[in-house]
């Protein structure tokens, strides 16, 4: 793979482009949406002329920086599902304006804006910015993770028994149970954040050591996985094979170390 060269003009822009969008869109309708600005995309899940402002500003920003990547984002693949064809090839940024809509909309975090960009399918640089806080989660492929301009390195919980964030909300119901079954007694399962843009950095900060999820698109995974990966933790399918963004595959196991991810596969899944 020929990775895009991410110097530090490029990140500089990235980094003030999402502080803009956070400033100048988010934050201030943040508790100040009127009912006619949200949305539902599809049953149960919800989009905010918030999502589509911040999308469009950040496209257009994202475009001008590398002119040779296409820019695939949330919103626009919910217009064309087509853009999401051929994303093993060539370099192509992801966009996800406002994860955690869910929760924007209802007036509390956490929530983030995330950016990932990929080069011939695989992960070479993330973005994660809290828009609220200002934390900033960055990673490059071989370079290292980040946290405000900090290297950082995956730490567990140290508590008793494994703290595992399960999002189950996609599962049928049997399959809910029968991993409440296989956790009892040798994980302890806390409600999730609704949010990858804050599950991923739980699993670096020591606030989770396992996460699962089902449902994986690139938007949401890309950017948290190399952040993780990158901070010394794991991110892999139920059967170990590497995420990839053109994947269409169910499932992606998390973890701040890799003794951690075993463990968490032979307790779900074996």
């Known amino acids: 793979m020929s990775a895009p060269i991410i110097d530090p003009a490029i990140d500089t822009a990235v980094v003030a482009l999402m ?9 201030p309708r943040y508790r100040r949406l009127a009912a006619d600005e949200v949305m539902e995309k599809s049953p149960g899940d919800v989009v905010t002329v918030v999502d589509r402002e911040s999308e469009a500003i950040l496209t257009e920003g994202l475009a001008a920086l590398l002119p040779s ?46 950016i990932g960009l990929i080069d011939a ?21 071989d370079g290292g993770a980040f946290i405000d301009g900090v290297r950082i390195a995956a730490r567990t919980s ?9 999002a189950t909300y996609f599962l049928p119901p049997d399959r809910r149970e029968d991993i409440a079954t296989r956790s009892a007694g040798k994980l302890n399962v806390v409600p999730i954040p609704m949010c990858a843009g804050e599950q991923y950095p739980r699993l670096v900060l020591g606030t989770n050591d396992i996460a699962l999820f089902e449902r994986t698109l690139p938007w949401d995974h890309v950017p948290g996985a190399l952040f993780v990966e990158e901070a010394g933790g794991r991110v892999a399918r139920p059967d170990g094979t590497p995420y990839r963004a053109a994947s269409t595959a ?3 196991i998390g ?14 899944f074996q």
């Not at 502080?19 to 934050?27: E, F, H, N, S, T």
């Not at 399918?121 to 492929?141: F, H, N, S």
């Not at 140290?158 to 399960?166: E, G, N, Q, S």
């Open 69 to 114: 990547a296409r820019v695939v984002g949330e919103e626009a693949v919910a217009a064309d599902p087509a853009l999401l064809d051929r994303l093993d090839d060539g370099t192509v940024w992801l966009v996800d304006p406002l994860d955690g809509t869910r929760n924007f909309s209802e007036g509390h975090g956490p929530f983030a804006v995330m």
């Open 19 to 27: 502080r803009q969008v956070g400033a100048d869109i988010i934050l």
């Open 250 to 252: 169910s499932g992606l």
């Open 255 to 268: 973890a701040a170390t890799p003794e951690l991810w075993d463990k968490a596969a032979e307790v779900l």
């Open 158 to 166: 140290t508590a008793p028994l494994p703290i595992a964030a399960i």
């Open 121 to 141: 399918g695989e992960a070479v640089a993330a973005w994660i910015l809290d828009p609220v806080t200002g934390r900033l989660c960055q990673a490059l492929r």
